[in-house]
């Protein structure tokens, strides 16, 4: 009785064995439908294809990750994501800042601009801005214009 148990499960094995090792051929009837199969047909002419199974390399390589690296790359993705937050938050801080300059020298080009003279308070003095401090002041406005004005 032994010795059929132990010739059964060297046939089983043996015939499993077989059934993985098989071809699967492949070929197209006279319609063009491509076909599978794993015995060849006869009067047609076949390509063996090649079949592997298991999982792929990446799928592995994920499993094959320890829980603490699962927990540290977590950990650094949150880190990343959050410096791209903090980046956003001072680009838009800075595009605030640079919105508010531009409106800032706007006015003040066209005050300058269209105001003849201009008074200033000098240590609790008044005087007029001469021709050249104008056009000095223009070309300062006109400068952070074109540096904060851009769209």
């Not at 077989?18 to 047609?44: C, I, L």
Request: glycine share 4%; with cysteine; charged share 30%.
């Amino acid at each position: 009785m032994k010795k059929f148990g132990i010739l059964l499960s060297i046939l089983l094995s043996a015939s499993t064995l077989s059934a993985q090792a098989s071809s699967v051929y492949k070929w197209t009837d006279e319609n063009g439908v491509t076909h599978f199969g794993d015995r060849q047909p006869t009067g047609q002419q076949t390509e063996t294809v090649n079949v592997r199974s298991g999982t792929s390399e990446s799928a592995n390589a994920e499993q094959r990750a320890t829980p603490q690296e699962r927990v540290e790359a977590m950990d650094k993705a949150a880190a990343e994501q959050a410096e791209k937050e903090d980046m956003t938050r001072q680009e838009e801080a800075v595009a605030k800042q640079r919105q508010k300059n531009c409106e800032i020298a706007q006015d003040n080009l066209k005050t300058i601009s269209t105001h003849a003279r201009i008074k200033v308070t000098e240590n609790g003095e008044q005087r007029y801005l001469t021709p050249e401090e104008i056009q000095q002041k223009k070309d300062e406005f006109q400068k952070i214009v074109e540096e904060d004005c851009q769209a």
